[in-house]
Nanobody, 114 residues
Framework: QVQLVESGGGLVQPGGSLRLSCAASGTALRMYGMGWYRQAPGNQRDLVAR???????NYADSVKDRFTISRDNAKNTVYLQMNSLKPEDTAVYYCNKIGSTWLWGRGTQVTVSS
């Protein structure tokens, strides 16, 4: 069974930065396109960044030029570097496979507030 563990969230002021990590067990992430999703209270879970198995990234317009997704296949981990954070980035962030998802992890809370 695939398990995903997200970490790195926290409270940050507007304009600040955070780096999220997603560690997987039970499978080799290198075979899959992976994504970072976020869900704010009362909203649906949205895909904000994705990276193909070959390392090609793609971003939602709302985070383009501020967020960077990357992967380290040797560590079986996917990262999300978030810069120039805004209050509207506040959400629980999850990682998962693109397409038919695995069981969701607990996510990591990101709160952007002064």
């Amino acid at each position: 069974q695939v398990q995903l563990v997200e970490s790195g969230g926290g409270l940050v002021q507007p304009g600040g930065s955070l780096r999220l990590s997603c560690a997987a067990s039970g499978t080799a992430l290198r075979m899959y396109g992976m994504g970072w999703y976020r869900q704010a209270p009362g909203n649906q879970r949205d895909l904000v960044a994705r990276i193909s198995s070959l390392g090609t990234p793609n971003y939602a317009d709302s985070v383009k030029d501020r967020f960077t997704i990357s992967r380290d296949n040797a560590k079986n981990t996917v990262y999300l570097q978030m810069n120039s954070l805004k209050p509207e980035d506040t959400a629980v962030y999850y990682c998962n496979k693109i397409g038919s998802t695995w069981l969701w992890g607990r996510g990591t809370q990101v709160t952007v507030s002064s």
